[in-house]
């Protein structure tokens, strides 16, 4: 069993960053795709970024330019910078982990699942 845990949404106005941190309890982390996923209310959750187990990259063409995944492997962690918010980047944001094959796009895809943190932008 995989536990994670974000933390480091809030409230932020247009044009402002954030930085998203997800923290795993599995000492096999370095092994996992990780992903993130944002979920809006009600709109079904959808895809922002994963980070494969070797490092590479791919990014919502919604994000791409704004937002950076990176990963610690030594402390089980990885976060997401986000950079220049826009009021429509709200949403809840949940940390995903994937145990076997590279990154993909689709949430059903993930085996495990952070419990969310929200991310709120103001106009």
């Known amino acids: 069993q995989v536990q994670l845990v974000e933390s480091g949404g809030g409230l932020v106005q247009a044009g402002g960053s954030l930085r998203l941190s997800c923290a795993a309890s599995?000492?096999?982390?370095?092994?996992?795709?990780m992903g993130w996923f944002r979920q809006a209310p009600g709109k079904e959750r959808t895809f922002v970024t994963f980070i494969n187990r070797n490092g590479g990259t791919y990014y919502a063409d919604s994000v791409k330019g704004r937002f950076t995944i990176s990963r610690d492997n030594a402390k089980n962690t990885v976060d997401l910078q986000m950079n220049s918010l826009k009021p429509e980047d709200t949403a809840i944001y949940y940390c995903?982990?994937?145990?076997?094959?590279?990154?993909?796009?689709?949430?059903?895809?993930?085996?495990?699942w952070g419990q969310g943190t929200q991310v709120t932008v103001s106009s």
């Open positions: 995903a982990a994937r145990l076997v094959g590279y990154g993909t796009t689709s949430y059903r895809e993930y085996d495990y």
């Open positions: 599995e000492r096999t982390f370095s092994k996992y795709t």
